[in-house]
Protein backbone atom coordinates (compact mmCIF):
# COMPACT_ATOMS: atom_id res chain seq x y z
CA UNK A 1 0.00 0.00 0.00
CA UNK A 2 1.11 3.20 -1.02
CA UNK A 3 0.87 6.64 1.67
CA UNK A 4 -1.03 8.42 -0.48
CA UNK A 5 -3.64 4.91 -0.71
CA UNK A 6 -3.53 5.02 3.17
CA UNK A 7 -4.15 8.42 3.81
CA UNK A 8 -7.14 8.60 1.40
CA UNK A 9 -8.51 5.71 3.11
CA UNK A 10 -8.14 7.08 6.03
CA UNK A 11 -10.01 10.01 5.40
CA UNK A 12 -13.04 8.03 4.22
CA UNK A 13 -13.21 5.27 7.09
CA UNK A 14 -12.59 7.93 9.80
CA UNK A 15 -14.93 10.54 8.09
CA UNK A 16 -12.05 12.76 9.45
CA UNK A 17 -10.97 15.66 6.87
CA UNK A 18 -7.23 16.55 6.01
CA UNK A 19 -6.84 18.83 8.70
CA UNK A 20 -8.26 16.98 11.62
CA UNK A 21 -6.18 14.51 10.67
CA UNK A 22 -3.23 16.52 10.69
CA UNK A 23 -4.19 17.75 13.87
CA UNK A 24 -4.52 14.68 15.73
CA UNK A 25 -0.59 13.82 14.30
CA UNK A 26 0.61 16.82 16.19
CA UNK A 27 0.47 19.27 12.59
CA UNK A 28 -0.26 22.54 12.60
CA UNK A 29 -1.73 22.59 9.17
CA UNK A 30 -2.95 20.15 6.71
CA UNK A 31 -0.43 20.93 4.36
CA UNK A 32 1.86 18.18 6.22
CA UNK A 33 -0.19 15.46 5.59
CA UNK A 34 -0.29 16.85 1.91
CA UNK A 35 3.80 16.61 1.79
CA UNK A 36 3.32 12.98 2.95
CA UNK A 37 0.93 12.11 0.29
CA UNK A 38 3.09 13.14 -2.47
CA UNK A 39 6.35 11.90 -1.20
CA UNK A 40 8.19 15.25 -0.14
CA UNK A 41 8.29 14.25 3.72
CA UNK A 42 8.59 10.10 4.54
CA UNK A 43 6.22 9.13 7.32
CA UNK A 44 7.26 7.95 10.79
CA UNK A 45 6.61 4.96 12.37
CA UNK A 46 3.92 7.26 14.47
CA UNK A 47 2.30 8.57 11.25
CA UNK A 48 1.96 5.52 9.36
CA UNK A 49 0.20 3.66 12.36
CA UNK A 50 -2.19 6.60 13.25
CA UNK A 51 -3.06 6.79 9.54
CA UNK A 52 -4.00 2.37 9.93
CA UNK A 53 -6.13 2.94 12.50
CA UNK A 54 -7.91 5.84 11.25
CA UNK A 55 -8.25 3.25 7.92
CA UNK A 56 -9.21 0.65 10.55
CA UNK A 57 -6.87 -1.33 9.40
CA UNK A 58 -4.21 -3.16 11.50
CA UNK A 59 -1.21 -0.58 12.18
CA UNK A 60 1.31 -3.39 12.11
CA UNK A 61 0.33 -5.12 8.85
CA UNK A 62 0.32 -1.74 7.33
CA UNK A 63 3.17 -0.49 8.71
CA UNK A 64 4.74 -3.80 7.37
CA UNK A 65 3.32 -3.38 4.16
CA UNK A 66 5.31 0.29 4.47
CA UNK A 67 8.33 -0.21 5.20
CA UNK A 68 8.47 -3.21 3.44
CA UNK A 69 8.11 -1.04 0.34
CA UNK A 70 10.69 1.61 1.32
CA UNK A 71 13.60 -0.54 2.32
CA UNK A 72 12.94 -3.59 0.05
CA UNK A 73 16.32 -5.27 1.74
CA UNK A 74 14.39 -5.31 4.98
CA UNK A 75 10.95 -6.79 3.83
CA UNK A 76 12.31 -10.34 4.88
CA UNK A 77 12.56 -8.87 8.61
CA UNK A 78 8.97 -7.54 8.50
CA UNK A 79 7.52 -10.57 6.93
CA UNK A 80 9.26 -13.06 9.65
CA UNK A 81 8.00 -10.44 12.39
CA UNK A 82 4.79 -10.73 11.32
CA UNK A 83 4.65 -14.40 10.71
CA UNK A 84 6.02 -14.52 14.37
CA UNK A 85 3.65 -12.13 15.81
CA UNK A 86 0.71 -14.41 14.36
CA UNK A 87 1.80 -17.71 15.43
CA UNK A 88 2.10 -16.44 18.82
CA UNK A 89 5.69 -16.41 19.29
CA UNK A 90 6.88 -13.76 21.60
CA UNK A 91 10.59 -14.76 22.29
CA UNK A 92 13.45 -13.89 19.54
Given at each position: MLIAELIALAKVRSGKSQKVMAEEMGYTNAAQVSKLATGVKAPDAS????LAQA????????????????????????????????AGVTSL
Open positions: EIMYAKMQPIEVLADIESQRHPELAAVWKTTLDRMR
